[in-house]
């Protein structure tokens, strides 16, 4: 499923693509978008294929294409301080973005059926959390991810505000999926080939709206123990931040108001991420010759596609002369500001979340 939007040459060239289209809306939904890159979530090997507009699955490891993620975090529509339970989380990577929304008062939890994906998962979130330029840029809600059947839920287990499955949903589970969503919550699941998203209005009403027109591997049905009954998997707790996670949470809001505040004063503008110009496409226009007896078209060029090809290499020579130019690492503000505070190394490591840029 996917290919409705042109590929991207990297991960903003994809979401301009996705803007383009209309599948991404909202800037809060591009944000989360921009800040985690598709190509990180896939073997090495296999990035070339980040960028288009296509699912990808090695193994148990499974990507849905761009155009469905944009429309599920639109269809969420996801606030900071909600909880959030993705039904087959997968390598993690919607669980991420989600997460950026959500903030650090958010509740972000995944449950997945492979053993061996939920793992892969765990050292790309580490990877992001660690490595990634986004992390310093946002208030984070970690996901946390367990190995199970998402039709075995504990009967007990709380209920969330957002739910995403994403493999699809027979009809005989639709009304399990709704038991597990808070009142005025949303879920989006596909359902009988679409992409539906259900509000729950009341205790026993619903409303419904399709989406898209999908294609989704159906659920894994639960397999049953020695007495005949299937284990029930039990979901993350809810857990209270301690006052040590707080502390920090509100030290590096305060910092980043800082900074923000100064930069403003200054009048220094917040930097977007550079936006590459799009090379124009060359469209031949065909003539037809009679060769023997058969029509050839023959591609005839005219004035306006010698003049576009001599912008385009003139662009291209330009872009290789500017990756030739060494490049500056993007400065960390927020790391700068921490690294100057009177504190112990310790203190200043638990502050930026042990990064080490």
């Not at 507009?53 to 639109?74: Q, R, T």
């Not at 989380?89 to 903030?103: A, R």
């Not at 679409?194 to 639960?222: D, H, Y």
């Not at 004063?265 to 031949?284: L, S």
């Amino acid at each position: 499923m996917g290919g409705a939007v042109s590929a991207g040459e990297d991960n903003d060239d994809l979401i301009d693509n996705l803007k383009e289209a209309q599948y991404i809306r909202t800037e809060r939904v591009e944000q989360a978008f921009r800040a985690i890159d598709r190509g990180d979530y896939y073997l090495e090997g296999y990035r070339d294929n980040a960028y288009k507009d296509l699912a990808w699955k090695h193994g148990n490891i499974h990507l849905s294409a761009p155009c469905i993620y944009s429309e599920v975090m639109e269809a969420l529509k996801l606030q900071p301080g909600l909880s959030f339970l993705n039904l087959g989380s997968g390598t993690g990577y919607l669980s991420t973005m989600v997460g950026l929304i959500l903030g650090p008062f958010g509740i972000n939890h995944g449950i997945e059926l492979h053993s061996d994906v939920v793992e892969y998962a765990k050292e790309k979130l580490e990877s992001f959390i660690k490595n990634s330029d986004s992390f310093d840029k946002f208030e984070f809600c970690e996901p946390a991810f367990v190995v199970g059947n998402c039709l075995q839920i504990a009967s007990d287990s709380h209920q969330y505000d957002r739910i995403y499955c994403g493999a699809g949903v027979q009809k005989d589970h639709e009304n399990y999926m709704k038991i597990l969503l808070k009142v005025g919550g949303i879920l989006v699941m596909p359902i009988e080939d679409q992409l539906t998203q259900i509000m729950r209005t009341g205790q026993n009403t619903w409303e419904s709206k399709n989406i898209l027109a999908v294609s989704f591997a159906p659920l894994v049905q639960p397999s049953k123990n020695d007495n005949g009954k299937p284990d029930s998997v039990g979901l993350p707790p809810c857990a209270v931040r301690n006052l040590q996670d707080l502390a920090r949470i509100y030290i590096r809001r305060t910092l980043r108001n800082f900074i923000n505040d100064e930069m403003q004063a200054k009048g220094i503008p917040q930097r977007a991420p550079p936006k590459r110009k799009r090379k124009r496409v060359k469209q031949r226009i065909n003539t037809y010759v009679f060769v023997g007896n058969q029509l050839i078209p023959q591609p005839l060029d005219s004035e306006e596609d010698e003049k576009m090809e001599e912008d385009n290499k003139e662009e291209d020579e330009k872009d290789h002369s500017e990756a030739m130019k060494p490049e500056e690492p993007p400065q960390n503000l927020l790391r700068e500001k921490i690294m100057k505070l009177p504190l112990p190394e310790s203190l200043k490591a638990y502050l930026t979340y042990f990064r080490d840029k």
